[in-house]
């Protein structure tokens, strides 16, 4: 029988100071966190410690681990895909960031890009599993303990701001969308990538918001219903600019690129995926390349999110934008885009939050 078909995936997660037994085909896995809820250090962190009693577990029952680290969560998520190789990523899987904060989590669905929200359904895995960060499912719930969690983290890196909700919905009140935003400002080694479907609420509030060189503001638009919250964007003050037409469920003839800066665009994954067309993507491409913005082709989608890959027309599209201020010094004649490839492991694929 081929290697692939004897994959049995199971998964749990591991609440710090608890044992957990985790039975797979190849026999029981217990495994000890002695990580501490909340947040930890990326860098000499005791999680290192828990990786390392699943990894000896793993030599002690022959079961194949892959471990992944929620750093922000302050968990650790053990998948076992049996006969598969170790994997240990304390990196995000989402292509256009480097790590994930969740201030707030839990959320409500707006349009039809949330139809299949991965964050819904995997913190519905949760529901009432006491002591668990989402044991109250996905529900909304603000995490003011993780607030100053940016701080503390020296390496920059580009941080995606509520991964698991939407900062702007309408739960969340003003003074606490205020106080992340903040953090963002008193952390200018990184740079956070704020990402929405709440267009009205977030232009009411921008007024009363500090918007820092290092804060990149983005609406997300599935189809061309919604090429009015790119509108709402335009009028507010943020550094960078962005669209996420993903998962991109028709062509967008209606947005407007003036005034933004990236485009980030994916096909939808998951057994329910809604399908998708490479006229959609090249017209966004060709039109961002032709008004100088940014394109990051994230995924064309399928059963996983990495299933069809990522390139469009034989290229992979992994342009960044540089903020606006940065522009204005050199010549114009300066490059205008980053370019880097992520060498990601697959995990949590949270493509269709916000
Ligand atoms: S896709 Fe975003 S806005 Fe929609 S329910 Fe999920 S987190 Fe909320």
Redesign the pocket.
Known sequence: MPRHQRTRFKSCTLVPGNRTRVDSPKGAVSITTITRVGWYPMRSSPDDHAVSDARAAMRSTRADLAVTRDTEAGLLRHDLPCGREVAVSDRSAIEWTDATWNPVTG????SP??AH?Y??AFAERFRGVPGHPYEQGFDLRLWPERLTAPLLWTKPRRVFVNS???LF?EGVPDDYVRQVFDVMAAAPQHQFQVLT?RHRRLEALAAQLPWPDNVWMGV?IENDRWVERADALRRVPAAVRFVSAEPLLGPLPSLCLDGLDWLIAGGESGHKRRPTSADWFRDLRDRCSAAGVSFFFKQWGGRYPKAGGRELDGEVWDEYPMPRAELEVPEASEPRFVRAVDGLLPEVDPS???
């Not at 959320?107 to 707006?110: G, Y």
């Open positions: 959320c409500s669905k707006v890009g949330c929200c964050a819904k698991m909700s939407d919905h479907k997300s269709l939050v916000a």
